[in-house]
């Protein structure tokens, strides 16, 4: 883990258009539930996002496989 790969709630909802604020803490509340706690760093009473780790949990929630040749039209 990198410390400038920390953000906290409102620094990763403002640079990001996916995500609000009320989201993201929505998603922290559920953190054991969805195995999001990996990516939270607790710091005293702040908790941080480590961003790298944020982004492998979203992708091991991705619904399907992406395609490694480009999109063809049948036909």
């Known amino acids: ?3 400038q790969d920390l953000m906290s709630v409102k620094e990763l909802a403002e640079s ?9 803490r929505w998603l922290l509340f559920n ?3 969805s195995g999001l706690d990996r990516a939270l760093v607790k710091v005293g009473r702040r908790v941080l996002i480590d961003v ?3 982004e492998r949990w979203l992708e ?3 619904v399907a496989e992406l395609e490694t040749a480009p999109f063809r039209e049948a036909g």
């Open 52 to 54: 790298p780790e944020f």
């Open 1 to 3: 883990m990198r410390i």
């Open 60 to 62: 091991a929630g991705r």
């Open 16 to 24: 990001s258009s996916a995500f609000s604020e009320s989201s993201l």
């Open 31 to 33: 953190a054991d539930k």
